[in-house]
């Protein structure tokens, strides 16, 4: 087989695996958005964050199991690496929740929308990442989107807006570790999830019990579990798995960027299966909103695939020389040969290979 046909299966391959860890995350997301509704709404489990911690554990045990029956090999990550993103993952979610008890649905909305742009100013900043004038674009009309057709009441008080800027930073820069540490330490979504889950397990199994107090005034270990509340508490953990997985999966592949582009998608689909199957108010200004927001991820789909085209292509290869074309430049004297030692092109080359030196995820870290 050819090295340009290897090639070609390698990228058919790849684009592939990047679609079925879209759908597995889409259809995994919006599963366990409308088993954890019925759960909170008609079954009155109100303890998010506390069920949260129950789908970290579960999966950290499923990826227990399928690690000793060698579905996978486990890899050593550095210890204060592991812990720190477990923590900050952790830390994350339960300010998630918090955003949500201390603010207005609206504000909540508004907030999650504010993480693309800090994620984007965030990696342009650290990390030198470049984004398009044709990606803010096609962001800019995602955002308008789905922020028609979900944001209502904006309503502000101090604290929510505190916790709204924690969530925002902690979120952000969960997400942006958890595509840098699978990619410059080498290891796979299973594997950084299995290492991480433990901690972001512990952190909201001790914490859990006291913010959905905090956020319903109900103690989670008073609540009455009936046969049909345990058995969708195990559904919702079961499909919380593929959802943890794909998370780290589509972050690992892709980029945060296009994680949360495809969370809005979610948000889309959830708000359409809502009308359709329980029923949930819609007006025309979801439908024009929802429409946007496709119009937007259409676009952003668009331009995206179009410039990994045009890096996967590269620039074209400098023509070979010519035997008498090579022995006129021997013939060249030296102030030639030094043009051509500072040449563009090697200038080009010496870039390419400085941008090539790795750096640990550890000194995301320790850096100040």
Not at 95 to 107: D, M, P
Not at 171 to 197: A, D, E, F, G, P
Not at 278 to 302: C, E, H, K, Q
Request: glycine share 6%; proline share 4%.
């Amino acid at each position: 087989m050819s090295s340009s046909t290897a090639a070609t299966t390698d990228g058919a391959a790849s684009r592939l695996g990047v679609a079925g860890a879209l759908g597995m995350s889409v259809t995994s997301s919006v599963a366990i958005v409308i088993c954890n509704k019925y759960l909170i709404s008609t079954l009155g489990f109100f303890f998010a964050t506390t069920l949260t911690s129950w789908h970290l554990m579960v999966t950290f045990c499923t990826l227990y199991v399928a690690q000793r029956l060698r579905f996978f090999e486990a890899k050593p990550i550095d210890a204060r690496t592991v812990v720190s993103f477990g923590l900050l993952n952790g830390i994350s979610i339960g300010l998630l929740n918090l955003c949500l008890g201390f603010n207005s649905v609206g504000f909540y909305q508004m907030t999650k929308l504010a993480i693309i742009p800090f994620t984007m100013l965030l990696e342009t900043i650290f990390l030198s990442k470049k984004f398009s004038r044709s990606i803010k674009a096609s962001l800019m009309v995602l955002l308008l989107g789905v922020g028609i057709a979900s944001v209502t009441d904006l309503q502000l008080n101090l604290l929510g807006s505190i916790i709204a800027v924690l969530t925002i930073a902690a979120t952000c820069v969960s997400q942006i570790l958890t595509n840098q540490i699978q990619r410059r330490l080498k290891v796979s979504s299973t594997q950084l999830l299995y290492q991480s889950s433990p901690y972001q397990s512990a952190v909201l199994l001790v914490t859990g019990p006291f913010v959905d107090r905090l956020l319903t005034n109900r103690d989670v270990f008073a609540f009455s579990y009936t046969m049909q509340v345990v058995a969708f508490i195990v559904l919702s953990c079961s499909i919380a798995v593929c959802v943890n997985f794909s998370t780290f999966l589509v972050i690992g592949t892709t980029s945060p960027v296009t994680y949360q582009v495809l969370g809005h998608l979610k948000t889309c689909l959830i708000l359409s299966f809502g009308y359709v199957l329980l029923r949930d108010p819609f007006t025309f200004r979801n439908v024009a909103g929802i429409l946007v927001a496709i119009f937007g991820m259409g676009l952003y789909s668009f331009f995206s695939v179009s410039e990994s085209r045009k890096k996967a292509e590269g620039p074209s290869p400098p023509l070979p020389l010519s035997s008498s074309q090579m022995g006129e430049k021997d013939a060249e004297p030296l102030l030639g040969g030094a043009a051509a030692k500072s040449s563009p092109w090697n200038e080009a080359k010496g870039v390419q290979s400085f941008d090539e030196v790795p750096r640990t995820a550890k000194t995301a870290f320790t850096r100040p």
